[in-house]
């Protein structure tokens, strides 16, 4: 079993920055797949981006270019590094991992363990 506790977010102007970090439980962090999703109020969840331990990352259209996936195994810790924020990028977001690999950025179905969110306001 893994725990994820996500923290860094916050409540942000249109344009800035939010680097959000998810300290994982486990010490093997470089043999599980992980990523982050988000819930705006109203919307289904969706995946934000997705990290393969061989260190392939996808990113959703929507974040493309402003977003940045990094992994610290030193710190058992995702980062999701945030720029250019807009206020359609607001809602809670879960880091996710799975020890199977994900078909793109993997559904609401297919990750395993999922943190307890850390909220983004943009406005």
């Known amino acids: 079993h893994v725990q994820l506790v996500e923290s860094g977010g916050g409540s942000v102007q249109a344009g800035g920055s939010l680097t959000l970090s998810c300290v994982a439980s486990t010490a093997t962090i470089n043999t599980y797949y992980m990523g982050w999703f988000r819930q705006a109020p109203g919307k289904e969840r969706e995946g934000v981006a997705a990290?393969?331990?061989?260190?392939?990352?996808t990113y959703a259209d929507s974040v493309k270019g402003r977003f940045t996936l990094a992994r610290e195994t030193a710190k058992n810790t995702l980062y999701l590094q945030m720029t250019n924020l807009k206020p359609e990028d607001s809602g809670t977001y879960y880091c996710?991992?799975?020890?199977?690999?994900?078909?793109?950025?993997?559904?609401?179905?297919?990750?395993?363990?999922w943190g307890q969110g850390t909220q983004v306001t943009v406005s």
């Open positions: 996710v991992a799975d020890p199977y690999p994900q078909y793109d950025l993997g559904t609401t179905q297919s990750w395993t363990y």
């Open positions: 990290n393969d331990i061989d260190g392939s990352t």
